[in-house]
């Protein structure tokens, strides 16, 4: 198993910013320090994939890089394969997952990012947004017929930890009479032998380097464990450094 350098935001906008906006200079970092020029982007998440395409192109483009993506690709597998790095945006996460299954892309990613080809040390920087970041079993996913139930890129490895992008915080002024999310990663912990979730409010990404997990952005991230109290963790916090405390 090779290096891991995964990039995970919490989402692509913030209020008064526009696409990717807020997380120009982490992505732009990310790319630079792999000497990445070329990015091939995994619009399954969104059904209008040329619109979704168009709109990524437009940002990585005034940045520099050359994106495309592998929903035009002649061979989608070989085009995996190939890329420099791998941007998986956000949307509906059950689409996303079952429309990498049925263009057999989900084992190809994998061995992509975490396995180093023969020619390299480590594999493709990654990068996700929103559901590019969580796969399921995840306490906004409904159980579905797909056969994997573990994370794409997060596991096996220490800290036991999943995490929940975006995050936000209950409104006690609200009419609102639904579950919040808070509630529904209650109910998940409900479940027997549930890791530990990590709730990334809006403008928060986690930076994965082999084994170090470290929170940046905007926002403290908020970390729930079963029975425990929610706990706030601020930016710059390893969770992997912290992964004694989140097993507790």
Known sequence: ?????LLLLSNSTVHGS?????????????????GVRRV???PYALR?????????????????????????????????SEAEAIFVGGGNTFQLLKTLYDNKLLEAIR????????????????IGSSAGTTWPPSPS????????????????????????PPLHDANPATKHMGETREERIRQYHQLPETPPVLGL?????????????????????????PGKQAEEFPVGTDFHSSSSKTRR
């Open 141 to 164: 996913t409904p159980p579905t017929t797909c056969p994997s139930p573990t994370p794409l890129l997060l596991g096996p490895r220490p800290p036991p930890l999943q995490h929940q």
């Open 48 to 80: 209008e994939m040329d619109d979704y395409t168009e709109k990524a192109a437009k940002t990585f483009t005034a940045w520099g890089y050359e994106l495309s993506s592998v929903h035009k690709a002649t061979d989608p597998r070989r085009a995996v």
């Open 201 to 225: 409010r809006e403008g928060s990404l986690l930076r994965v380097q082999l084994d170090k997990v470290t929170l940046h952005g905007l926002h403290p991230a908020r970390l729930f464990r």
């Open 18 to 34: 526009g696409y990717l906006e807020w997380a120009a200079t982490p992505i732009k970092e990310f790319l630079a320090s792999k």
């Open 111 to 126: 061995r992509r990012v975490l396995e180093a080809s023969l020619n390299m040390f480590e594999g493709a920087p990654y």
């Open 40 to 42: 091939l982007f995994v």
């Open 1 to 5: 198993m090779s290096p891991r350098n």
